[in-house]
């Protein structure tokens, strides 16, 4: 059994729900009002059986497990840890090599917040600072409660001041190059790496500093400079602000991104304290998703000549900087639409006017910057307005280029009626009928899938049983994750949706669905702590290799287990809707019956369309 199993069998999913949520007892099951939705009559219900939830106000459900990541925000390591500890299961321990890594990095973590508070009282008393204090207050308007909020500081312009400073409160010099506070030439000399600059600490979604920005005062370069990449500091996997933007994001259920530190440090002065800011690098799936296990809704705000026709058409990119302004990507359009669609995520782009940036803009006027957002325009749609902007449409020759560059945008989108939405508004657009438009995004596809290298190919056994489907699916098709496309063609045909994480009720067998997506796709895996929960759940899995070179059987067992999968959770969800309507009636709301009626016709309309597809496949060879 694995560590997640036995939790959950530990773990009493009505009392750990009930510790958020005011449960009353309907039949077998537990109801009450809605924690992630404002609704006046309870519709979110508890199934102590299966151990598993569902809220038909919101659409989330799944086991304790994704409660816990919905309800604060957690990634999967952090919910493991937290109901491992509430369960009494004790985790695997450290090897001594992993404990003296994680001393290791406590000891940076413990120098860096030291750092931070030395920087924080040189800006707030040292002679040397008045520059730093004048440009806070008077060029960004800084109150001196936010400089002391977010413990801005500034590093005198001393090779020596931080290293004699810290060395003398007991760090090693070692130590001090291991945080990124110090520097150690090729002749083994030492010096401070941030002299005479605005530092501005960089914290994990935790609090403790793991890093720095800065910025020169005197137009020294580089004039943006952050903390190399450390054993505590990884760019990819941080967002700066987060740890006071959270509350804040889960409330409103919508982030914003914002085009630097001192945007989001504008922004929350202002009230609006759901803004975040990237590294000054491409945005990471990992950054993103830290968001989305906030809130469905992800709004871009961008400088308009930052996200303007030419810096789209530039590899389709938009240019942002870390402090200000300067040529770092903010983003990859077409990787932003691939993100939403693995995310199920809303991602949106607000323009700025022309010359403003956000930190002006919130301070001078925030009642337009808050209309900015609300009016945020979907991430394809602004992508595709832009790239169309670079070509003559009132050419045939430059329409036709028009819908070359625009099919892979057309391509990433993984919801078909989005996409079908998109052809029928870009065909009007340029005076052509959809089927026309349709060949020519099928001719970019085929040609982008002639650059896919092919993957050797394996074949794989039936399941065990049904309560292995959801890891009996995911260890048959880690053995060839391009499948994966075939298995969503045959669901397609059977006019069933393809398949997602709502298929999956385990959050790490969802994880590994995520990143079997991106191996479908052709690109690499993200770096994530939940790889090995997953990996070791579908370990015990037996998917034994058959004695084929045609990967046709591989591929027939995984639409079977697909199709073996939706209907158990279509059969869940039947379930949960007639308890809804029974609840209904017995309330006298014979509206809301009638709604979850509508409900009950499409799920069962959706296990007719499984079964007759199973019982189509019945003839095939059963593995």
Not at 69 to 95: D, I, Q
Not at 97 to 110: H, N
Not at 148 to 174: K, M, N, V
Not at 532 to 556: F, G, H, N, Q
Request: charged share 25%.
């Amino acid at each position: 059994m694995s560590v997640v199993e036995e939790i959950k069998r530990r773990v009493d999913i009505v009392e750990v729900i009930g510790s958020y949520v005011q449960l009353t007892r309907s039949g077998r099951n537990y109801k009450g009002l809605s924690p992630f939705k404002q609704e006046r009559t309870p519709s979110f219900f508890v199934f102590p059986e299966t151990q598993t939830f569902k809220d038909f106000s919101s659409g989330e459900q799944g086991d304790v497990f994704s409660f816990l990541m919905k309800k604060e925000g957690l990634s999967f390591g952090e919910a493991l840890r937290a109901l491992a500890k509430r369960a009494g299961v004790r985790l695997e321990e450290r090897t001594p090599e992993q404990q003296r890594s994680a001393e290791y990095a406590a000891r940076l973590r413990a120098a860096l917040a030291d750092a931070a508070e030395y920087f924080h009282q040189l800006l707030t008393s040292a002679p040397q600072a008045a520059a730093c204090r004048a440009y806070l207050r008077e060029q960004r308007g800084l109150s001196q409660a936010t400089i002391e909020a977010w413990q801005l500081g500034y590093s005198l312009a001393d090779f020596q001041a931080l290293l004699t400073h810290l060395t003398a409160r007991g760090y090693s010099a070692q130590e001090l190059v291991d945080a990124g506070l110090v520097i150690q030439n090729e002749e083994g000399r030492r010096y401070d790496r941030f002299r005479g600059r605005l530092m501005i600490p960089i914290r994990d979604p935790q609090g403790e500093v793991v890093g720095f920005g800065s910025r020169a005062l005197d137009g020294s370069e580089p004039k943006y400079m952050n903390s190399p990449q450390t054993a505590v500091f990884d760019k990819g996997r941080l967002l700066f602000g987060l740890d006071r933007a959270r509350r804040s994001i889960r409330d409103e259920q919508s982030a914003v991104l914002v085009e630097g530190y001192m945007d989001v440090l504008a922004c929350h002065q202002a009230g609006f304290t759901n803004v975040v800011a990237g590294m000054g690098t491409a945005l990471s799936e990992a950054q993103l998703r830290m968001l989305r296990r906030l809130a469905p809704r992800i709004v871009l705000a961008l400088d308009a000549d930052a996200a303007g026709e030419r810096a789209i058409l530039r590899s389709v990119q938009v240019a942002r900087d870390v402090l200000d302004r300067e040529a770092d990507p903010l983003f990859d359009a077409r990787g932003m639409i691939r993100h939403e669609s693995r995310l199920q995520a809303d991602i949106r782009v607000a323009i700025l006017p022309a010359g403003k940036d956000p930190d002006e803009l919130v301070l001078s006027a925030p009642e337009q910057w808050q209309a900015l957002i609300a009016a945020a325009r979907p991430v394809a749609e602004h992508v595709m307005d832009a790239l169309l902007a670079g070509h003559d449409l009132r050419d045939p020759a430059g329409r036709a280029q028009a819908v070359r560059a625009v099919a892979p945008i057309l391509l990433d989108l993984a919801d078909p009626i989005q996409r079908d939405a998109y052809i029928q508004r870009l065909a009007a657009r340029l005076g052509s009928s959809p089927r026309a438009v349709m060949l020519t995004v099928n001719a970019v596809a085929r040609e982008l899938r002639g650059q896919v290298r092919p993957q050797p190919a394996e074949q794989a056994g039936r399941p065990r049983r049904g309560s292995d489907l959801e890891a009996h699916l995911i260890a048959l098709l880690s053995r060839r994750p391009s499948l994966l496309l075939d298995a969503n063609v045959a669901l397609t045909r059977a006019n069933l949706d393809v398949l997602s994480e709502a298929d999956f009720s385990n959050p790490a067998l969802r994880e590994g669905f995520r990143q079997l997506s991106r191996a479908a796709l052709g690109a690499p895996p993200l770096p994530g702590d939940e790889a090995e929960d997953w990996l070791a759940i579908i370990a015990d899995e037996e998917v034994p290799l058959l004695d084929s070179d045609d990967d046709a059987l591989l591929r027939e067992a995984l639409i079977r287990t697909a199709l073996r999968l939706r209907e158990r959770n279509l059969a869940r969800e039947r379930d949960a809707i007639h308890l809804m309507i029974e609840e209904a009636k017995r309330s006298g709301q014979q509206n809301v019956a009638a709604h979850y009626n509508n409900d009950l016709q499409r799920v069962l309309t959706q296990q007719l369309r499984v079964h007759k597809a199973l019982h189509l496949r019945s003839a095939l060879p059963v593995l």
